[in-house]
């Protein structure tokens, strides 16, 4: 966003993906390597001011777990517990997370930056989303694609009625 920085995955083999942001005007300086692992970052995944980005990251244990990553240098901002891929809220205190369900099945969730990082979900879907996710450049609508529906299904999820229970 806004041309600061570019950002790509290296795939070094099935299960080894190092994630490098570049500066948009580097002059052949080297780039920050800001994750290494079994890493996904979504279409949204950067943040609005540039600084962080959120990534599904698999845990030594197997478990995908949504790190905020700092871009600067890559150290974690936050963990926010499950999830596979995220997008970013203009202007709320959340995000968009493709996470599975206690069915193991993918649905979307709305997670908080802030500490307790509580989450609320916000589909429901017999057969789950897609594992990605995107929001609206006015942050009023989250959008992903029901998994195995059989015709292409786009399901969109109103973030004015996101609320968190205490």
């Known amino acids: 966003r806004g041309g600061a920085a570019i950002a790509f995955v290296c795939e070094l083999d099935e299960r080894v993906r190092e994630l490098w942001v570049v500066s948009s ?3 052949g ?3 920050t390597m800001v ?3 079994d890493i996904v970052a979504g279409p949204n995944a950067v943040g609005l001011d540039n600084d962080l980005i959120a990534l599904g990251e698999r845990t030594d244990a197997g478990r995908h777990v949504l790190r905020v990553r700092r871009i600067a240098d890559g150290s974690v901002a936050a963990e926010l ?3 596979l891929t995220a997008a970013w809220t203009p202007s709320r205190p959340f995000l968009v997370v493709a996470a599975n369900d206690r069915r193991g099945r993918c649905q979307l969730w709305a997670v908080e ?4 990082h509580r989450r609320s979900q916000l589909t429901y879907l017999e057969t789950g989303n897609m594992r990605t996710c995107a929001v609206s450049p006015d942050g009023k609508w989250a959008v992903s694609s029901a998994e195995g ?3 292409p299904t786009l399901v969109f999820t109103d973030l004015s009625r996101v609320r968190f229970e205490h």
């Open 35 to 37: 994750a290494r692992g």
């Open 149 to 151: 529906a059989p015709e």
């Open 113 to 116: 930056l802030a500490s307790p």
């Open 25 to 27: 005007d580097n002059d």
């Open 81 to 83: 517990g499950p999830g």
């Open 29 to 31: 300086g080297e780039g």
